[in-house]
């Protein structure tokens, strides 16, 4: 299902569609943070997502340089350089992209001044300097020289105040572009306005890195559904054993904490009612593993996935919902023998003609490889970035655009 016009309303910072690109040279920020396999690009989803700016700024008669990061390089890294990345984005885009062996200096500028409208040319891996993550003017101020103005489509790097997602903002007409303003629309349109009942189903291994995320949904949802790892601290937390599974005896508080908010306000919790539980939680604890009930897993076993009846009861959920945010798996998805409940949770959102959205990371990862990115309302491109807007936080590479 789309999302309702009215939540555009919601986005009130300045857009590429405000700007008057024509003849302009324009320093694009993306996030082309893509994992790479053998020297190419093994996944190029956050490459396509920003295709919608890069091709509406060179149809408006712009030249484009693109600047992003790839991966945490101390220092120069060849191992980290963007040229597997210019090269399928010119696959995608079909024309020439061409990669400046820099990303600032007297070369980069003059390759800048250079470019008439419609060029594409890439910058090199902005992190090759440490100044990037320093956020340091003087370098934000380089990076300017030569464009006339600004824009952030790194969705998934909205998180960071760097240099070229931040301090660059200070010297350049800074908008927002596509991929920008449709994330902030998508995840935020769910917390401020969601079509109720509104479910969330949160998982993932470790309840202490969702712990703010549950904090900010709790007074919003209807329906709160807690699987993966992070189950298995509020499973200890009502007095089951969980075996040898993944869980944090020191997070047990806080987890009951959050159980009492959703069942003290009439909100209804879901954990795992059955698990699967096995020797081991990889490949080999496969041939091992059964599905039991909560309050019978062996001592001698890890939980690794969610069982059918919990399913079925994620299923009455979800068809019931006008709107889903789901972010971390419910099992140990990389696992093909445990991926059964996170797979199942993709495919029943995917039906469900409920508005569906799906934080990045992870889940994202799991909706890709099940072929169901396209029948959702939204899939985000940031995992720390949407996790961070969800806890209700200021993204820094936001609020250094204006507003319209
Ligand atoms: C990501 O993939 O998380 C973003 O590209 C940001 O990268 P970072 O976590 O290394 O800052
Ligand atoms: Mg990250």
């Given at each position: 299902?789309?999302?309702?016009?009215?939540?555009?309303?919601?986005?009130?910072?300045?857009?590429?569609?405000?700007?008057?690109?024509?003849?302009?040279?324009?320093?694009?920020?993306?996030?082309?943070?893509?994992?790479?396999?053998?020297?190419?690009?093994?996944?190029?989803?956050?490459?396509?997502?920003?295709?919608?700016?890069?091709?509406?700024?060179?149809?408006?008669?712009?030249?484009?340089?693109?600047?992003?990061?790839?991966?945490?390089?101390?220092?120069?890294?060849?191992?980290?350089?963007?040229?597997?990345?210019?090269?399928?984005?010119?696959?995608?885009?079909?024309?020439?992209?061409?990669?400046?062996?820099?990303?600032?200096?007297?070369?980069?500028?003059?390759?800048?001044?250079?470019?008439?409208?419609?060029?594409?040319?890439?910058?090199?891996?902005?992190?090759?300097?440490?100044?990037?993550?320093?956020?340091?003017?003087?370098?934000?101020?380089?990076?300017?020289?030569?464009?006339?103005?600004?824009?952030?489509?790194?969705?998934?790097?909205?998180?960071?105040?760097?240099?070229?997602?931040?301090?660059?903002?200070?010297?350049?007409?800074?908008?927002?572009?596509?991929?920008?303003?449709?994330?902030?629309?998508?995840?935020?349109?769910?917390?401020?306005?969601?079509?109720?009942?509104?479910?969330?189903?949160?998982?993932?291994?470790?309840?202490?890195?969702?712990?703010?995320?549950?904090?900010?949904?709790?007074?919003?949802?209807?329906?709160?559904?807690?699987?993966?790892?992070?189950?298995?601290?509020?499973?200890?937390?009502?007095?089951?054993?969980?075996?040898?599974?993944?869980?944090?005896?020191?997070?047990?508080?806080?987890?009951?904490?959050?159980?009492?908010?959703?069942?003290?306000?009439?909100?209804?919790?879901?954990?795992?009612?059955?698990?699967?539980?096995?020797?081991?939680?990889?490949?080999?604890?496969?041939?091992?593993?059964?599905?039991?009930?909560?309050?019978?897993?062996?001592?001698?076993?890890?939980?690794?996935?969610?069982?059918?009846?919990?399913?079925?009861?994620?299923?009455?959920?979800?068809?019931?919902?006008?709107?889903?945010?789901?972010?971390?798996?419910?099992?140990?998805?990389?696992?093909?023998?445990?991926?059964?409940?996170?797979?199942?949770?993709?495919?029943?959102?995917?039906?469900?003609?409920?508005?569906?959205?799906?934080?990045?990371?992870?889940?994202?990862?799991?909706?890709?490889e099940a072929g169901l990115a396209d029948k959702m309302t939204h899939v985000s491109t940031g995992g720390g970035a949407s996790l961070?807007?969800?806890?209700?936080?200021?993204?820094?590479?936001?609020?250094?655009?204006?507003?319209?």
């Open positions: 299902m789309p999302l309702a016009a009215s939540t555009a309303a919601l986005f009130h910072k300045r857009t590429i569609r405000d700007a008057d690109v024509r003849g302009k040279r324009a320093l694009v920020r993306v996030d082309f943070n893509v994992p790479l396999e053998n020297a190419s690009v093994a996944d190029d989803t956050r490459i396509r997502a920003a295709l919608p700016t890069v091709r509406a700024l060179l149809k408006g008669g712009a030249a484009v340089g693109l600047v992003s990061h790839l991966g945490r390089p101390k220092g120069r890294d060849p191992k980290l350089s963007l040229a597997p990345v210019a090269k399928r984005l010119a696959g995608l885009i079909g024309q020439p992209v061409a990669l400046l062996d820099e990303y600032v200096g007297p070369e980069v500028e003059r390759a800048v001044r250079a470019m008439n409208p419609g060029d594409l040319v890439m910058l090199e891996n902005v992190r090759f300097h440490p100044e990037e993550e320093k956020n340091d003017p003087a370098f934000a101020k380089q990076l300017a020289a030569g464009f006339d103005l600004y824009v952030n489509d790194a969705f998934g790097t909205a998180h960071r105040a760097h240099a070229s997602t931040e301090g660059v903002a200070r010297f350049l007409p800074a908008y927002a572009g596509l991929l920008l303003e449709k994330e902030l629309v998508a995840l935020g349109g769910i917390l401020d306005q969601p079509k109720r009942p509104f479910l969330a189903i949160i998982g993932g291994a470790k309840v202490s890195t969702k712990m703010d995320v549950l904090r900010s949904l709790v007074p919003r949802v209807d329906t709160l559904a807690i699987g993966g790892g992070m189950a298995n601290t509020f499973l200890l937390a009502m007095g089951r054993e969980v075996g040898r599974s993944l869980a944090e005896p020191d997070k047990e508080t806080e987890a009951r904490l959050v159980t009492d908010e959703v069942e003290g306000n009439g909100k209804e919790l879901l954990l795992p009612v059955d698990v699967v539980a096995a020797p081991s939680a990889d490949a080999d604890g496969a041939s091992g593993a059964a599905t039991y009930d909560v309050d019978e897993v062996p001592s001698h076993l890890a939980i690794v996935d969610v069982g059918p009846r919990t399913i079925d009861r994620y299923a009455r959920v979800i068809g019931n919902a006008k709107t889903i945010f789901w972010n971390g798996p419910l099992g140990v998805f990389e696992v093909p023998a445990f991926a059964n409940g996170t797979r199942r949770v993709a495919e029943l959102m995917a039906s469900s003609g409920a508005t569906t959205v799906v934080g990045g990371g992870e889940s994202a990862q799991a909706v890709e961070e807007l969800i806890e209700g936080k200021t993204l820094p590479g936001v609020a250094a655009i204006p507003d319209r």
